[in-house]
């Protein structure tokens, strides 16, 4: 089914500033869906594309397209990552992921 073997559980997470009673705004979780795929290392190639684009690449996940709803941020492993690329490969979509600043308990969820 999947290119190499499933070997990781992950939430897809799409997260929106909402303000707090103070006006402080504070991201939220809006939605939140849990998803297997196969996670890898980037390769040479992506990490000498990544640095030509300016964009820090840590990893790469595989998962099947009809998962992806174009969520820009992932929590994998208790750690907040931001999805910085994508790549359709058929029935299947790479993400390219790199850490953010953003802490799970700085997170809201609804």
């Known amino acids: 089914m999947f290119p190499n073997s499933a070997n990781v559980k992950f939430s897809l997470l799409s ?8 006006g402080i705004r504070c991201p939220t979780v809006a939605f939140k869906h849990e998803v297997i795929g196969s996670l890898s290392s980037i390769t040479r190639s992506e990490y000498q594309t990544s640095i030509m684009q300016n964009i820090s690449v840590d990893l790469k996940v595989i998962i099947q397209s009809f998962l992806y709803k174009n ?21 299947f979509i790479e993400l390219y ?5 953003l802490k799970k308990e700085e997170l809201t969820w609804l």
């Not at 997260?15 to 103070?22: C, F, G, Q, R, Y």
């Not at 969520?71 to 029935?91: A, P, Q």
């Open 71 to 91: 969520e820009k941020f992932c929590l994998l492993s208790d750690d907040i990552y931001t999805v910085t690329r994508t790549y359709v490969n058929g029935m």
């Open 97 to 101: 992921l790199s850490k953010s600043e």
């Open 15 to 22: 997260i929106v500033n909402k303000s707090d009673a103070l």
